[in-house]
């Protein structure tokens, strides 16, 4: 997207991918041309605008999901620390309960 310099006049030209060639698109000359080139400056910084909040955005969710992840690996600590103080254990990854022989309840 610039002016260009064509015959004896400058003309402003977008340049547009069509297929897997650019081309180049006539906007217009004068003050036209120089409209046409504010917009599309102003259309390409909101289009780095909205990449740069949504790069942001991703960031923020990878910080919770970290955050949530350390949180359940602390809540699965608690909880097996909870299953064994009460006498539980773990067999296939099922919580069971101990068996307790006659002669140890007798104690």
């Known amino acids: 997207m610039a002016f260009e310099q064509r015959g004896?006049?400058?003309?402003?030209?977008?340049k547009e991918r069509q297929g897997g060639k650019v081309k180049s698109v006539?906007?217009?000359?004068?003050?036209?041309?120089?409209?046409a080139e504010e917009l599309d400056r102003e259309a390409k910084e909101d289009r780095?605008?909205?990449?740069?909040?949504?790069?942001?955005?991703?960031?923020?969710?990878?910080?919770?999901d970290q955050a949530s992840k350390e949180s359940w690996?602390?809540?699965?600590?608690?909880?097996?620390?909870?299953?064994?103080?009460?006498?539980?254990?773990?067999?296939?990854r099922q919580w069971r309960k101990k068996r307790v022989n006659k002669t140890e309840q007798d104690s």
């Open 8 to 14: 004896s006049g400058v003309y402003y030209y977008r």
């Open 26 to 35: 006539y906007v217009g000359g004068g003050l036209l041309g120089a409209l």
């Open 48 to 64: 780095a605008f909205k990449l740069r909040q949504r790069k942001a955005a991703a960031e923020a969710m990878r910080a919770i």
């Open 73 to 92: 690996k602390e809540i699965r600590a608690a909880h097996e620390a909870a299953m064994i103080a009460a006498g539980y254990h773990k067999h296939n």
